[in-house]
Nanobody, 113 residues
Framework: QVQLVESGGGLVQPGGSLRLSCAASGSIFGPYNMYWYRQAPGKQREFVARIGGSGDTKFADSVKGRFTISRDNAKNTVHLQMDSLKPEDTAVYYC???????WGRGTQVTVSS
């Protein structure tokens, strides 16, 4: 069974950076879109970023200019580089495979002084 596993979350001060990774257990990345979503306490899960098979990217307005997304198909990994973090970025971050509709279990990101 194919799985997605996120890592890299943690506690960081405002203005700091974190790099999240998403690893797939099988060779499923291919040409498909890969996504990052997040869910803050008491809120709905929301879109954060997407990367297409050719490397094209899209970001939520709230993270544009601060977050970047990248992929390594050979290693079946997707990364989310998060810079200039704000307290409102605090959430559980999830990796999502668009075509197979697979979700990871999430990694907690907490931005606090």
């Amino acid at each position: 069974q194919v799985q997605l596993v996120e890592s890299g979350g943690g506690l960081v001060q405002p203005g700091g950076s974190l790099r999240l990774s998403c690893a797939a257990s099988g060779s499923i990345f291919g040409p498909y879109n890969m996504y990052w979503y997040r869910q803050a306490p008491g809120k709905q899960r929301e879109f954060v970023a997407r990367i297409g098979g050719s490397g094209d990217t899209k970001f939520a307005d709230s993270v544009k200019g601060r977050f970047t997304i990248s992929r390594d198909n050979a290693k079946n990994t997707v990364h989310l580089q998060m810079d200039s973090l704000k307290p409102e970025d605090t959430a559980v971050y999830y990796c999502h495979h668009g075509a197979y509709n697979i979700w990871g279990r999430g990694t907690q990101v907490t931005v606090s002084s």
